[in-house]
């Protein structure tokens, strides 16, 4: 008897030793599979491809339940016949260890039948996990050659050519999450190329395809379920679009400085921490418009529509806000040092503790404006009407207010300290003016 027959008698744990076995040549069996993709030689790669995707390297997290299904099929097939030749081997002898070793032939034969059955079942399990996820990732692999030839159509020298690409990109984007972002950034890229070259269409609006472009740019993750956490945060700045349609897009973070918006519709659009640096927004309509936090640095908004604007927070230093329609905006904690409201409509605007130091607010309407807490130092408020405004706590101090109208006005706390009046200035009953309640120019009167 040959001694390893010998030690399957005396020794059972060699039956564990075999199952183990069986699963260390399995993984051994992957690990080579996966060194020969990664580091293999090249004749390889064809051979390799045709296995089902959950095989081959890299493995991703959603790959893992398969690839461990097929390992565990494979330990199970190599147990069985393993098995099997420890059967075919023999391991019977005459005498009295007869029962023993048919006993030991019963548990291999078991064992050999068990590993088949288990490892065709996950074997089977493997492929229909597998085929379910080719099916879900089926409209990505269909996109990956429709994507790179709408990109290649998009330099196509006739226009209808690239407005065909860009509606394609935009469906491609819909359909795989993988090309939202790159689809963002073409399209991006698309408009700093062609909105300063490509002839303005009709009412002075952008060409249709960079249109387009900006819509697919600003919409490319408008889709069910993705969510709304995603921002643009794409380079568009000295992008030259005025008139373009951008109402209720998701610019979020996106750079636009210096970009000519002139006459723009930005209606309800986001703007949430957006770069606006001397952005050129004359006559544009941001009615609606998300712009906390903005930074609108010298900026240009002069005659913009801003009614009910979210401005909280916003950089608005030295920026340009001369007749510009500012009724109901929320301009909370705003920074318009220096900035120019001339003219401009602040009606039941929202200025609590903004700082309007130095600004020039000259024949501005702040009807009903809250400026509680404002710092207006220095500001230029001559023939302001601040009629029924909320001014408790302001800092007016050194402030122009020659033929401004106060009346109804809530100074409460206010500070008036060398404030300008004369005597087209109208003053609540009961203000105190370099200590006169009500004085006529008891401070530096011109």
């Known amino acids: 008897m040959t001694s390893w027959r010998a030690r399957l008698r005396r020794d059972p744990a060699l039956l564990v030793l075999v199952l183990l076995a069986a699963a260390v040549l399995a993984v051994a069996l992957f690990a080579v599979v996966g060194l020969a993709w990664t580091a293999g030689p090249a004749e390889w790669r064809p051979v390799l491809e045709r296995l089902p995707a959950h095989l081959v390297p890299p493995y991703p997290a959603e790959d893992l339940p398969p690839l461990a299904m097929t390992v565990l099929a494979a330990a199970g097939l190599l147990a069985a016949a393993g098995c099997r030749l420890l059967r ?33 079942l996950l074997a089977s399990g493997s492929l229909v996990y597998a085929d379910a996820r080719s099916i879900e990732a089926a409209p990505e692999r269909r996109s990956g050659g429709g994507y790179a030839e709408a990109v290649r159509r998009l330099g196509s020298e006739k226009a209808e050519v690239r407005l065909a690409a860009i509606h394609t990109l935009r469906r491609l984007a819909h359909e795989s999450e993988r090309d939202r972002v790159t689809t963002a950034d073409v399209m991006a890229a698309y408009v700093r190329e062609h909105g300063s070259a490509a002839p303005p269409g009709r009412d002075g609006r952008p060409a249709a395809d960079v249109q387009t472009a900006l819509t697919v740019l600003g919409s490319v993750y408008d889709v069910p379920d993705a969510g709304h956490d995603w921002v643009c945060g794409c380079d568009l700045a000295r992008v030259r679009v005025p008139g373009a349609e951008l109402s209720g897009l998701n610019l979020g973070v996106a750079v636009l400085a210096q970009a000519d918006l002139r006459g723009a ?41 801003l009614r009910g604007a979210d401005l909280r927070g916003a950089d608005l230093f030295q920026t340009d806000l001369g007749k510009a329609a500012l009724r109901r905006a929320d301009l909370r904690g705003v920074d318009l040092f220096d900035a120019d ?22 024949a501005a309407d702040l009807r009903t404006a809250i400026l509680r807490g404002a710092d207006l130092k220095r500001a230029n408020l001559k023939d302001a009407d601040l009629t029924d405004a909320d001014l408790s ?15 109804g006005a809530d100074l409460t706390g206010a500070d008036l300290t060398g404030v300008r009046i004369d005597g087209r200035t109208k003053l609540p009953p009961g203000a105190r003016i370099g200590g006169a309640a009500g004085q006529e120019g008891a401070v530096g009167t011109r």
């Open 88 to 120: 075919r081997g023999g391991l019977r002898s005459p005498g009295p260890e007869e029962s023993l070793d048919a006993g030991r032939e019963t548990l291999l034969r078991r064992v050999s039948t068990g590993g088949v059955v288990l490892g065709l």
């Open 393 to 407: 706590g302001a800092d007016l101090s050194s402030a122009d207010l020659t033929g401004a109208d106060l009346t």
């Open 341 to 362: 409201l001339r003219g401009a409509d602040l009606r039941g605007a929202d200025l609590t503790g903004a700082s309007l130091s130095g600004a020039d607010v000259r």
């Open 265 to 305: 519709r930005l209606s309800g659009t986001n703007l949430d921490h957006a770069d606006l640096t001397r952005a050129d927004l004359r006559g544009a309509l941001l009615d609606g418009a998300d712009l906390p936090y903005a930074v609108l640095f010298m900026a240009d908004l002069g005659g913009a529509d």
